[in-house]
């Protein structure tokens, strides 16, 4: 990435209103910007979480993580986010889960 197209978008960032850009300054973040951005973190989480169930190791959940955390739709990180506490609560299933798919 390109230092111009990265001041290219932290104007435009601040444009929108999420965040307050003055060059030579930095950045902070307004409190939507806070607000999407605590969002990202959370699907980010759940995504990681989900995941790691399935066995995924690290490097690639993270980057299919950054890949997916913005695009699903808040309805389906809820469901999901149900159905790692389901699993969760029956290690028995994640544990069945890891002996069918070493098969």
């Not at 699907?43 to 690290?58: S, T, Y």
């Amino acid at each position: 990435v390109s230092a111009p197209s990265v001041t290219k978008m932290l104007k435009k960032l601040d444009a929108d209103g999420y965040l307050i850009y003055e060059k030579y300054y930095g950045i902070n973040l307004t409190g939507e910007g806070q607000r999407i951005a605590d969002i990202i973190k959370q699907k980010h989480g759940i995504l990681l979480e989900f995941f790691e169930i399935l066995g995924i190791g690290k490097e690639i959940a993270n980057q299919d993580a950054e890949g997916l955390e913005h695009d699903l739709n808040d309805k389906t990180i809820r469901r999901l986010r149900k159905f790692i506490t389901f699993l969760k609560s029956n290690p028995k299933i994640i544990k069945q889960f890891h002996e069918f798919s070493r098969k």
